[in-house]
């Protein structure tokens, strides 16, 4: 074990006088209310809020709530896309100085770390002791309490939502108070801050299983749109050597699967880099993505420069690396014109087929600019509340372009509506990170769970302290 625990009383010592110094700032938060305004990585929108702090420590943190009396919103990387890290003239506590490593564990193998630590800095800390993250996103900029708060997934086989490897988390309430939770530690408050967005409270550090550093070789095949399920149990679920896997799904027609599984491999490496380098050059992702939304023909293009290479170059790299990619190749130049944005839909094994003809018709009828259906699978979640898989499920990933003014958002709230419509009609869910375009009543028809949440809400936040857009939408006091 690496840098084992403080003992709880002196951890707490240490905090609250970490803590006083972060007091400085609030006066200055009460002077220019209006002068601040939030954004996230979409730019579509801004939120005013009273000012923003940057706590160090659960002990700053909990000073803070005892001093400031208006409401809080919780920042972290800021890739939620429809104001869940704000809320009107609220305080915004920007997590990313929490980004300490606590301890590690080398032999369970686990890890405790501050919440505001990206995923990427994680892989650093990790990859020399030929480690790596269990579950996490596709892509390694986002914070893990931010990934805590949505209970994210990504593309591994057999761990489902993020919420299955957290042994522990410490949370901040509205009172002040700093509490240790678990399952066998406040179950049931364990279980709802897991994809709380933030509601009851702050995630200030995180306990994670991690895994081990394999080296991994890529196999694409193209699979027929009615064949996938059978051939996904087959070829993924029915093998213990993959272990990343997804299927995309490609414009205009959205019908032949692309599958690509990373399977334990003994082959040399094609690419000896441990980890992506952090200040990459993402030009040629970056203009392949635009020529293939913008230009005539681009569905073409993206099939030259993209899939072909998928299906003929081998590589063969070690897990890590193909965990640390950057967001930043799925990124813009520019989101003056135009926003990449994310919707997903969680759909039972048995409508896997009708439900991705449903949203290919919807994204043709509607001509979404589409580039992207990512498909990956997820176990039931027997943890945590908000669950968006009670059972075993295919995740269905929209990756589309929109214009950035006013007009497109509520043409895309339209169309938005009826994929939400055709995955509930399906048996399924509709993930709670982006842009709030359901109605009330598909929000609680998607997640009933929400009326349990909104009581334990009540009895840890009756002064609803904690606050964004997403639940003053759809948990409105």
Avoid at 47 to 75: D, F, K, M, R
Avoid at 170 to 193: C, Y
Wanted: include cysteine.
């Amino acid at each position: 074990m690496t840098s084992p625990p403080p003992e709880p009383g002196r951890r707490t010592l240490l905090q609250a006088t970490l803590g006083a110094s972060l007091l400085a700032q609030l006066p200055a938060c009460r002077q220019e209310p209006a002068q601040k305004h939030a954004r996230d990585v979409a730019l579509l929108d801004a939120t005013p809020i009273a000012g923003e702090v940057y706590p160090a420590s659960s002990g700053g943190i909990a000073a803070v709530l005892q001093h400031w009396q208006g409401p809080l919103c919780i920042a972290g990387g800021r890739y939620s896309m429809g104001g869940q890290t704000r809320a009107d003239h609220s305080l915004q506590l920007d997590m990313q100085r929490m980004e300490q490593l606590l301890w590690l564990d080398r032999t369970t193998p686990c890890v405790r770390v501050q919440a505001g630590m990206r995923w990427r800095q994680l892989q650093e800390l990790l990859d020399p002791y030929d480690l790596s993250v269990k579950v996490m996103q596709s892509y390694s900029n986002f914070s893990i309490g931010g990934s805590v708060s949505v209970n994210c997934h990504g593309r591994y086989i057999g761990s489902g939502a993020l919420a299955g490897s957290i042994r522990a988390l410490q949370l901040v309430t509205a009172d002040g108070q700093v509490l240790e939770l678990s399952r066998q530690l406040q179950p049931t408050l364990f279980a709802a801050v897991i994809g709380g967005y933030g509601g009851l409270g702050v995630i200030t550090e995180v306990e994670l299983d991690l895994a081990h550093n394999e080296r991994m070789a890529r196999s694409v095949e193209q699979v027929a749109l009615a064949e996938y399920p059978a051939w996904f149990k087959s070829n993924v679920l029915g093998r213990t050597d993959v272990l990343l896997h997804n299927a995309d799904l490609l414009p205009p027609a959205f019908d032949a699967p692309l599958a690509i599984s990373w399977r334990r491999s003994t082959e040399p490496l094609t690419d000896l880099r441990r980890l992506m380098p952090m200040s990459a050059n993402h030009a040629k992702d970056q203009n392949l993505i635009w020529a293939a939304s913008e230009l005539p023909g681009g569905d073409q293009l993206r099939d030259i420069y993209q899939t072909c290479g998928l299906l003929a170059q081998p590589r063969v790299v070690m897990r890590n690396l193909e965990a640390s990619l950057d967001a930043a190749s799925l990124e813009p130049r520019t989101r003056r014109m135009s926003s990449y944005l994310l919707q997903e839909y969680f759909i039972p094994i048995a409508g896997f087929s009708s439900f991705a003809r449903s949203m290919a018709g919807i994204l043709r009828r509607h001509d979404v600019n589409a580039l992207n259906i990512s498909v990956r699978h997820a176990p039931a979640d027997d943890t945590s509340l908000l669950r968006w898989a009670s059972e075993e499920v295919f995740c269905f990933v929209l990756y589309h372009k929109q214009r950035s003014w006013n007009a497109a958002e509520q043409y895309s709230r339209g169309w938005t509506r009826r994929l939400i419509d055709a995955a509930l009609d399906h048996g399924g869910r509709y993930y709670l990170p982006y842009r709030l375009h359901a109605t009330q009543s598909q929000f609680h028809r998607a997640y009933p769970q929400a009326e349990r949440f909104a009581t334990i809400k009540r009895q840890l936040d009756p002064d609803n302290r904690f606050r964004n857009l997403l639940w003053d939408r759809y948990l409105p006091r």
